[in-house]
């Protein structure tokens, strides 16, 4: 074999090793915009809007989203150790997790889709309906507040915790008479049976529970929230939040860090899109952007015949 026939022979290996190398990539990734199977790490204060969305997406395409509900910081945890690829989150990534990223050649893409808030909530036989901030913050500062016993938190690792903490500008974690537990359904059920505790919750697991959990949702009053900056007391309503109202309230971001053209940026593009906006709209949260109306124009109108 002379030396040409070598050189040759090494070329042809090393172009069908790159071939080989090319479509094996290619056949790793198990989706593309709107079709093949993808997992979703839902911040789990959040998941029900999510799962809706979730459930007319996959109608209207051939694709499967496995949802994984997290606490926040399980969920950034995990977009920072590349076990998750796409997030839901109530927040954008810091500067400092983007640069994390951007050290491992990783760029994420963020997209606001919606806003909700975080709701409080207490038990029907407690009959007041109102609460302000500040008697939240002198409760976790350890002094006596008559209308409230105990905060309770869906975990302490939750979104929920760091959007009351940030709004009120204190710790609440390792604070006297706060709990948590570990989802927002425990919190609502432990809330419907305890006089006098405040429940912190997303409040799409108000407006849309699980079937099995309506029975403690009617258990329960969403109380009406003070800010001394508001000058009122405001629920968490869909006007409320639209307007700037309500104290408690956050954005809704899918982070997508899948480096190609995926189911990410496929949901992503849906949650912005007239559809899942629709959704946002009749869930009771806002949407980013107000759905279109279309309005049909006639020139003449025509009587019913009896």
């Not at 290996?13 to 093949?36: M, P, R």
């Not at 909530?121 to 939240?136: F, G």
């Not at 009617?218 to 405001?234: E, I, P, S, T």
């Amino acid at each position: 074999m002379n030396k040409l026939t070598k050189t040759l022979i090494g070329f042809v290996l090393l172009t069908l090793l790159f071939v080989f190398s090319c479509q094996k990539k290619e056949n790793d990734k198990q989706d593309t915009i709107i079709e093949g199977k993808a997992t979703l790490y839902v911040d789990e204060s959040i998941l029900p809007i999510i799962e809706d969305e979730q459930a007319v997406f996959e109608t209207e395409y051939k694709a499967k989203l496995h949802l994984v509900p997290q606490s926040e910081n399980e969920i950034v945890n995990a977009l920072l150790n590349d076990t998750a690829k796409i997030a839901i989150l109530t927040r954008e990534l810091s500067k400092q997790e983007i640069n994390a990223f951007k050290a491992k050649k990783i760029f994420p893409k963020t997209t606001p889709f919606a806003s909700d808030a975080v709701a409080l909530i207490k038990s029907k036989t407690d009959k007041d309906t109102l609460v302000t901030l500040q008697d939240i913050s002198k409760f976790l500062k350890g002094e006596a507040v008559s209308n409230i016993k105990g905060l309770v938190f869906d975990n302490a690792n939750s979104s929920t915790v760091r959007c009351l903490s940030k709004v009120l500008g204190t710790s609440v974690i390792n604070q006297k008479n706060v709990f948590s537990l570990k989802t927002n359904e425990e919190v609502i059920k432990y809330v419907s049976k305890n006089d006098g505790m405040v429940g912190v919750i997303g409040m799409n697991w108000i407006f849309q529970p699980p079937l099995d959990l309506q029975e403690f949702v009617d258990k329960v009053n969403v109380l009406a929230v003070k800010d001394k900056d508001k000058g009122g007391y405001f629920f968490p309503t869909q006007d409320n939040l639209a307007m700037g109202k309500y104290s408690l309230a956050r954005h809704l971001y899918i982070v997508n860090c899948q480096g190609y053209s995926g189911l990410g940026m496929g949901f992503a593009s849906f949650l912005g899109g007239e559809r899942g906006q629709r959704i946002i709209l009749k869930s009771g949260l806002v949407p980013e952007r107000t759905p279109g109306r279309k309005i049909m124009i006639r020139n003449t109108i025509t009587k019913d015949k009896n």
